[in-house]
């Protein structure tokens, strides 16, 4: 079951890269059709603020992403000196501090989002984008990471709790570039 669930979220997240790169795309053919405007004397202004914005919603979304495909570093000087299971509850405590400090991130959100509803915030910009259109999709994507990060420490808890390390290895693990072509065959 928590091999299924660690699976799934796996797809899920894919789906969701998949859906920020798009958004990523989108936001450098703007970017490129601005700079060929400028070349005939016209602009449509804006596109260093609207890829800023975009770059922060995607890095909030592509955390989780990133941790469920073990793209976050880690220093594992003493994990790789100890066996298997030592190295496993090395991975679930980094995981446990991962999921605690993205959950305060994600909860720190809130207030910065809600300031900007109530006072009705504006970029100061020459677009005076109001600023909880992209606050929203950000904290969302800091919500999703930690939920996510939750979900991942809780299945890999109950595969070390059954003592399938080498699954629960496989899936929270931090692994050396040799390695991780072993893990990814």
Same mark, same amino acid.
């Given at each position: 079951m928590a091999e299924q669930i660690l699976t799934r979220?796996?797809?899920? =997240?894919?789906?969701?890269? &998949?859906?920020?790169?798009?958004?990523?795309l989108g936001t450098a053919l703007?970017?490129?059709?601005?700079?060929?405007?400028?070349?005939v004397g016209s602009s449509f202004g804006g596109t260093d603020e609207i890829s800023g914005y975009a770059?922060?919603?995607?890095?909030?979304?592509?955390?989780?992403?990133a941790m469920l495909e073990l793209g976050h570093v880690r220093i594992d000087i003493l994990?790789?000196?100890?066996?298997? /299971?030592?190295?496993?509850?090395?991975? &679930?405590?980094?995981?446990?501090v991962l999921s605690a400090s993205i959950t305060l991130i994600a909860v720190k959100c809130w207030p910065v989002l809600e300031k900007s509803l109530s =006072?009705?915030?504006?970029? =100061?910009?020459p677009l005076e984008t109001p600023l909880w259109w992209v606050?929203?999709?950000?904290?969302? /994507?800091?919500i999703w990471f930690a939920l996510m990060a939750w979900v991942t420490f809780l299945a890999a808890l109950l595969l070390v709790w059954r003592r399938e390390?080498?699954?629960?290895?496989?899936?929270?693990?931090?692994f050396g570039e040799a390695e991780m072509a072993e893990v990814h065959e």
């Open positions: 979220l796996k797809t899920i =997240n894919r789906a969701v890269a &998949l859906i920020v790169g798009l958004g990523l703007f970017v490129l059709a601005d700079i060929l405007l400028r070349q770059m922060a919603i995607a890095s909030s979304w592509g955390m989780a992403y994990r790789a000196r100890l066996a298997q /299971g030592g190295r496993v509850l090395f991975d &679930l405590f980094s995981l446990l =006072n009705s915030s504006r970029a =100061n910009t606050q929203m999709p950000w904290m969302a /994507g800091w390390y080498e699954s629960a290895e496989r899936h929270i693990g931090a």
